[in-house]
Nanobody, 128 residues
Framework: HVQLVESGGGSVQAGGSLNVSCVAS????????IGWFRQAPGSEREGVAS????????HYADSVKGRFTISQDNAKNAVYLQMFSLKSEDTAMYYC??????????????????????WGQGTQVTVS
C-alpha cells in the first residue's frame, strides 16, 4: 500500500529558504503525479506545485512561481520542494500527495486536488 512521508520544514525568517522532502513507498512504477499542497490555519488547502514522478515539466501555482522549485529523484522515490524568498504567507502545513496512474493535471498552475488519493502526514513550515 502506498505511503508518503514528508520531512524537512521548520522555522525560518522571511526571505530565507527551506526544503521539504517526500518519500513514497509501495509504488511499483513511477507513473504517478506528486503534488505539494499546503494549508494554513483557517484557510482552504492550496496546491502549490506538482511533477510527474517519471520526470517532466514541473507546475507551480502563481503564488509560489519563481520562488519554489519541485524536483524528483526516481532512484529514491523522492520528491523535493525547495522554497526560496519565503514570506509569512507561506506559513502552513505542507503535504505531499500522489495521484497514482495519472499525469499531472493543473488549474491555473495548481495541482487538481481531487486527483490525489494518497497523502502524507504533513510537515510544518513557519516563516516569521
Amino acid at each position: 500500500h502506498v505511503q508518503l512521508v514528508e520531512s524537512g520544514g521548520g522555522s525560518v525568517q522571511a526571505g530565507g529558504s527551506l526544503n521539504v522532502s517526500c518519500v513514497a513507498s509501495g509504488v511499483t512504477r513511477n507513473q504517478y503525479c506528486i503534488g505539494w499542497f499546503r494549508q494554513a490555519p483557517g484557510s482552504e488547502r492550496e496546491g502549490v506545485a506538482s511533477i510527474y514522478a517519471a520526470g517532466g515539466t514541473p507546475h507551480y501555482a502563481d503564488s509560489v512561481k519563481g520562488r519554489f522549485t519541485i524536483s524528483q529523484d526516481n532512484a529514491k522515490n523522492a520528491v523535493y520542494l525547495q522554497m526560496f524568498s519565503l514570506k509569512s504567507e507561506d506559513t502552513a502545513m505542507y503535504y505531499c500527495a500522489a495521484a497514482i496512474g495519472r499525469y499531472c493535471r493543473t488549474f491555473d498552475g495548481s495541482p487538481v486536488e481531487s486527483d490525489f488519493v494518497y497523502w502524507g502526514q504533513g510537515t510544518q513550515v513557519t516563516v516569521s
